[in-house]
């Protein structure tokens, strides 16, 4: 049932764009494995082999740490709605943080997100898809709106605050270079 593509094609993309939510995993060589959930329309796809996703602050910044030592990311998504599906990107990522030069000419891909905090560049290595057939149905009902407006309420300097605070090192103690 699995099976194994070089590329996103016209096809995976039409369903990538459906899903309202992807997983992130990252590991470095010891410590804690991580997997996130995101959402919020903060993934887009850049090319046949090439996505990028907006990250938006977090409790911590496991991603940052793990990719500077192991640069290697899986992003699965997965069909809560409709025919059952697995989609697995494998590959290696670029952290850009907002003082990189990079971000304004990538932070254009998204509408203005306060508290955006890195943006990830994926350099697509291989696609897996799998049957899904144990994903439980759900129906989605809305984006969350906590996150943003608990950023909303933060000054610029609040946020920064709250970054120095939570996000230069991951809860395995390993730097994430947010402020590199």
């Known amino acids: ?13 039409e369903w990538i ?15 804690r494995v991580n997997v996130s959930p995101k959402g919020m329309d903060t993934f887009k796809i850049i090319g046949p082999n090439k996505v990028a996703w907006l990250n938006l602050t977090g409790s911590g910044n496991e991603t940052a740490a793990h990719l500077k030592l192991v640069n290697r990311i899986t992003i699965m998504f997965c069909a809560f709605e409709g025919k059952p599906k697995i989609l697995r990107l494998y590959g290696s990522a670029q952290t850009i943080h ?3 030069k990079e971000w304004q ?4 891909l998204y509408n203005e997100t306060r508290g955006a ?12 898809t799998s049957c ?25 300097t609040g946020m920064e605050e709250y970054w120095e605070r939570k996000n230069v090192k991951s809860i ?8 590199d």
């Not at 049932?1 to 094609?9: N, Q, S, V």
């Open 1 to 13: 049932m699995a099976k194994f593509y070089e590329e996103i094609t016209d096809e995976l993309k």
């Open 17 to 31: 764009l459906e899903q309202k939510i992807f997983f992130t995993g990252t590991a470095a060589e010891t410590g």
């Open 98 to 100: 907002k003082q990189d």
């Open 105 to 108: 000419d990538h932070i254009g």
């Open 117 to 128: 905090r890195n943006i990830y560049i994926v350099e697509v290595d291989s696609l897996q």
């Open 132 to 156: 899904g057939f144990a994903v439980p149905l759900m129906d989605y009902k809305e984006d969350r709106q906590i996150l943003a407006d608990w950023a909303e309420k933060k000054e610029a």
């Open 172 to 179: 395995d103690g390993f730097p994430t270079g947010i402020f």
